[in-house]
Every structure is written in structure tokens, then in C-alpha cells.
């Protein structure tokens, strides 16, 4: 474990320091199920849970389930598949809304306490009297309501005896606060909707304030990890945290670090999901999303967005981190696990004229020369194989190392051919080329024909055993850098970030299932997406080379 501490543990140190328990330090990743986590949200997993590994402290999986308009039961399965996809284990999975009952309680305890009260004005009479961050705001005509008054009222709206917006629950902090929100905020509000947990049990609901800090005192989390966004609302948690009866003696430290931004794409379910609804992508995992179920369908590995979001590190000021830096974690990665196949997406024919007709044999590859034990594969070869088209030039300059008449190269994994000639079609593109090979020039044999040196090794495909396949090739999904400026977002998107090729591969793929990652040798990364009937369908994960820029780590 390196001894570099980044400024979150800094401050657990200090706070171990000064006495505070080792036992008693608790983490936990508070996702609200209102959509799919994206790779933001993997900075935020990886920095607690990795604490809990650290400390050996436990992390809890706690849903903020406080809005039922927006949260549903299949966006808490799918976070619970996300965590386990990328290897972490929760010590405890919780929600929010078990705690309704307690909050509840609290609430009255708080109206008791001259804490609390409830407010009949409308939300826009509430919003008027805010104030501005320059003006104070201005006390409610109900904020000396006798407290017997607002017990029995915040009772009557917990049994559905008033209808939506006729009252709310204010805490009584100050109107005059500098901090806008610490202005008597809501805690409660009445809605009249199901809960996909606690049903129609409820029909008030808790603000996300009220209900977050008073979730980590439960669960008696030592520090509550959060984006920077939050940092005004720490005098608020702060103060709700010291308004309840003192039962546990951990009160938990919120602290804020900065979110993680990725180029080219944008990090809000919001935004995202106005995607979704534009039809700009066809669902939260469409494999251009920034969503972990997208790149997992995109077939990026765990370990790849893991190394990313730690290399992007923990900071206390937002910035941009580019996504080269996430492709390039991931081909390092699946450069280890991915075995390789030869496939061919704009094809030429190339005929060895010097191989007899009916011949074929087969020839042996090796799987991953980065990892051994992937073993070999074999491959057919015959007279007729097919070649990439831009793998051929009539002609030549002297930087082109592929194959051109007269010259020499190396067929991956097999002969060394010469090309002596080509045919066109009426419209004067090449559609064959002739060659002739060199029998003893195999690869893998001993020969001294084998060891000759040529400039250039292309991949090939023969053709009759040949499977034909569908890759899907993705791009950026905006145009900009930052897509989120001032002017209309959908305006930035890339219209022409997805694009369906077919291509002729090695009979090895029909070997893969489902989910399996190759590497198309001299092309990129892929993974195997559908088997419908006879078709295999690709996504392209990434590129075997950065097309876009070059980053330095
Ligand atoms: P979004 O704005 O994307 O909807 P959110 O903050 O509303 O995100 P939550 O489900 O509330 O989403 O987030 C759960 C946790 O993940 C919170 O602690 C939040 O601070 C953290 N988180 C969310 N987005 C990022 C991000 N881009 N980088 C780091 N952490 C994030
Ligand atoms: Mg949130």
C-alpha cells in the first residue's frame, strides 16, 4: 500500500490522532436510485470503499430513497449489480426509508424543542421570503405557531388529512443566515405517492437534508464523504446532527471532495437522462453512455474504471479529466486478458498463385503473447484469403510497409507472399491481388526462411472457412469537450457516434460467448455483444492506438 494519503485520509489520521477509535471508523455509499450510477459515482465508490478496506472499517450500501417520483426497485438492482461488477462488497445494505419512522419521531421531538415547525404558506410565499445570498429572508406568519399546533397538524399530514402543498415541515434555524440554507429549510413535504419500498404507508416524505445526516447517525458512519457541491449544506447536517437526543456519541464529519468530470460527455442522471429521452441513445446502457452498465456493455473491464477514477485522485476542486485517460487504462488492461483473432472489415481478395486449389492447412497461433497461458488456436490456411483493402498499394512510397507489387510482407502467423500483380473493376478499384509465397518462410518453423526479416506483418482471413460478423463502432458522443456550456446541450451531441460494419473474421470467434473480450489484431478491442441465430454481433470497446491525442501518465 503506498504511503502517499490523499487529503480524506489525512484527515482520518488526524482525527485517530486525536483519539477518535479505529473500530469505530464506518463508511458508506449513499446512491439515490432515481437512475443508472456513472463513472462519477465509481470515483465515489472506489474512495469509500477502499477506506473500508484501508481501515478495515466496514462501508455500508445505504439507497437515499427519499423521493418516490423519481426512484424505482430496478435502479436499486441495477446499483447493487454496478458495486458487485466492479468487486466491491458492502458490510450492510440500508435505506433511508427504513428510517422513516425514526425520522418521524425526530421531527416531533425537534417541534418540541421549539426546533421545528409547520409553515401553511404556499411554497412561492416560502420561496419570497427567502431572501437573496446579499438580502435576509423574512419570518413566516407561522413560525411562532404554538408547538402543540404543529404536533397536531405534522400528525394530521402523516394521515393524509391535508392535500399536497398545505403544509410543510420548517426547521426554526434563522432567516437571516448567511447561509441561504440554513433559512428555516423544509424537512417535510406532503406527496401523495407510493414508495416502491414502504408502499402507500407514507404520504409525507423527508427532505434529502433531514433525512442524509440523521441516516449516517443511525448507522453510526465516523465520516460522511461527499462532493463538493454539499459543502453549504454542512452547517445545516451539522446543526440537525446536534438538535437529536443524544444517544450515540460518534457524530459523523461530512466532508466534501470534487466530483469527477470526464471530456466529452456529461455526469448528471438529469442530463442523462434527457438523452435517453431524446432518443439521442437508446437506453441508460447504451454503450456510449458514462454509465457503468454502458461501459460494461462497451466492454470496458472493472479494473480499468477503477485504476482510472484512482489515478484521477481526490481533490478539493473540480476539474476535467480527459477520457483518453479512461481508454487508456482499459487497453492496458485488456491488452492482459484479451486473446487475439485476425478480422477483416473492408476486404480485398488476395490469391496465392503458387498454392494448389484444393489445399488447405492449418496453422498454429498463439492466443496473447502477454499471457502464456492462453494457449494457442489454429487457423486455416489456403489459396484464397482475404486482406484489409487499405493493407495495399499498386504502388508505394517508401513509408508504406504493407504490401504493394514487387514487394514483400509477412501474413500474420503464416507465410511470406509477394505480390506480383492485381485485377480492378470497371470502376478501377482493386478487387484481387495475386501473390506468390514462400512455402518455407512458415511461422514458428525453424527455417532460416522463417526468421527473414520483412517490413511489414499484415492480418488476413481465409475466406471459405471465414464467419461474417457486425461490429458496432462507437465515437465520442459530443462534439465538445464540455459539453454542459451555456448554450443547449442535445445542440453538442455527436449525431454520428455509432456506426454498424460487418467484417469476415477466423472461425475462432464462434468459439466466444456471449460477453467474451478479443483484441481484432491491429484494430482495437472488442466484446462479443449478441448471438442472434447465426450473426455475432461486436461493440468496439477501444482502439489498439490513440487516435485522439496523446496523454502522458
Ligand atoms: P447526479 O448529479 O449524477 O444525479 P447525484 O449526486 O445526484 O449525481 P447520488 O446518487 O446522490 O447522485 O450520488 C451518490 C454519491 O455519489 C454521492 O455521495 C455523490 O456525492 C457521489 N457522486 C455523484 N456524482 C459524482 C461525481 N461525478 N464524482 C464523484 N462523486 C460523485
Ligand atoms: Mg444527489
Redesign the pocket.
Known amino acids: 500500500m503506498s504511503n502517499y494519503k490523499n487529503f480524506i485520509e489525512q484527515i482520518i489520521e488526524e482525527d485517530l490522532n486525536n483519539g477518535f477509535k479505529r473500530d469505530e471508523l464506518c463508511f458508506r455509499?449513499?446512491?439515490?436510485p432515481?437512475?443508472y450510477?456513472?463513472i462519477?459515482?465509481v470515483?465515489?465508490i472506489a474512495l469509500n470503499f477502499e477506506l473500508g478496506k484501508k481501515y478495515n472499517a466496514p462501508v455500508n450500501l445505504r439507497f437515499?430513497d427519499t423521493n418516490p417520483v423519481k426512484e424505482n426497485l430496478h435502479f436499486v438492482e441495477e446499483i447493487k449489480n454496478n458495486i458487485k461488477w466492479l468487486g466491491y462488497e458492502w458490510s450492510k445494505i440500508c435505506y433511508a426509508s427504513d428510517y422513516f419512522e425514526q425520522l418521524y419521531e425526530w421531527a416531533h421531538y425537534l417541534i418540541l424543542n421549539d426546533k421545528a415547525y409547520v409553515d401553511s404558506q404556499t411554497s412561492e410565499q416560502i420561496a419570497t421570503q427567502k431572501g437573496t445570498p446579499t438580502n435576509p429572508g423574512t419570518n413566516s406568519s407561522y413560525r411562532n405557531r404554538p408547538k402543540e399546533e404543529s404536533t397536531r397538524i405534522f400528525k394530521e399530514m402523516r394521515e393524509g388529512k391535508h392535500k399536497e402543498g398545505a403544509h410543510v415541515l420548517r426547521a426554526k434555524i434563522k432567516m437571516d443566515s448567511q447561509n441561504m440554507l440554513m433559512r428555516d429549510p423544509v424537512m417535510y413535504r406532503i406527496l401523495f405517492k407510493d414508495h416502491h419500498r414502504t408502499g402507500s404507508k407514507w404520504c409525507i416524505y423527508p427532505m434529502y437534508d433531514w433525512a442524509h445526516g440523521q441516516s449516517d447517525y443511525i448507522e453510526k458512519i465516523s465520516h460522511s464523504?461527499?462532493?463538493l457541491e454539499?459543502k453549504p449544506h454542512r452547517d445545516l447536517y451539522e446543526w440537525f446532527l446536534h438538535q437529536l437526543p443524544k444517544e450515540n456519541k460518534i457524530l459523523p464529519k461530512q466532508r466534501e471532495?470534487a466530483?469527477?468530470?470526464m471530456s466529452y460527455t456529461i455526469?448528471?442522471?438529469?442530463k442523462?437522462h434527457q438523452l435517453i429521452e431524446n432518443k439521442i441513445v437508446s437506453s441508460w446502457e447504451d454503450p456510449r453512455m458514462p454509465t457503468i452498465s454502458g461501459m460494461i456493455k462497451r466492454g470496458y473491464p472493472a479494473q480499468a474504471l477503477i485504476n482510472f477514477v484512482k489515478k484521477a485522485g481526490i481533490a478539493k476542486r473540480d476539474n476535467i479529466i480527459d477520457v483518453s485517460l479512461l481508454e487508456f487504462y482499459a487497453r492496458e488492461e485488456l491488452n492482459r486478458i484479451c486473446p487475439r483473432v485476425m478480422v477483416v472489415t473492408d476486404e480485398i481478395k488476395l490469391v496465392i498463385i503458387n498454392y494448389p486449389e484444393d489445399k488447405h492447412e492449418t496453422l498454429e497461433a498463439i492466443n496473447n503473447p502477454e499471457d502464456e497461458s492462453q494457449g494457442k488456436r489454429e487457423i486455416v490456411f489456403s489459396k484464397h484469403l482475404y486482406i484489409e483493402r487499405e493493407d495495399f498499394r499498386e504502388k508505394a512510397n517508401r513509408k508504406f510497409f504493407r504490401l504493394s507489387i514487387g514487394k514483400e510482407v509477412r501474413l500474420k502467423n503464416a507465410y511470406i507472399i509477394k505480390a506480383d500483380n492485381c485485377i480492378k473493376n470497371e470502376k478501377g478499384e482493386v478487387i484481387e491481388v495475386h501473390c506468390t509465397y514462400d512455402p518455407k518462410s512458415k511461422s514458428g518453423s525453424n527455417s532460416e526462411e522463417s526468421r527473414r526479416k520483412v517490413k511489414g506483418t499484415i492480418h488476413w482471413v481465409d475466406v471459405k472457412s471465414s464467419i461474417d460478423i457486425k461490429i458496432n463502432e462507437y465515437d465520442r458522443l459530443f462534439l465538445k469537450e464540455k459539453p454542459e456550456g451555456n448554450d443547449d446541450l442535445l445542440k453538442n451531441v455527436n449525431t454520428d457516434s455509432k456506426k454498424l460494419i460487418v467484417g469476415k473474421s477466423e472461425k475462432f470467434v464462434s468459439s466466444l460467448k456471449k460477453g467474451q473480450k478479443v483484441q481484432f489484431q491491429r484494430k482495437g478491442y472488442y466484446i462479443v455483444d449478441d448471438i442472434q441465430h447465426d450473426s455475432m454481433f461486436f461493440n468496439k470497446t477501444v482502439s489498439l492506438r490513440d487516435g485522439w491525442k496523446k496523454i502522458i501518465i
Open positions: 455509499f449513499p446512491p439515490e432515481n437512475g450510477l456513472h462519477g459515482h470515483k465515489a437515499d464523504l461527499c462532493t454539499f471532495f466530483r469527477l468530470n455526469m448528471s442522471k438529469r442523462l
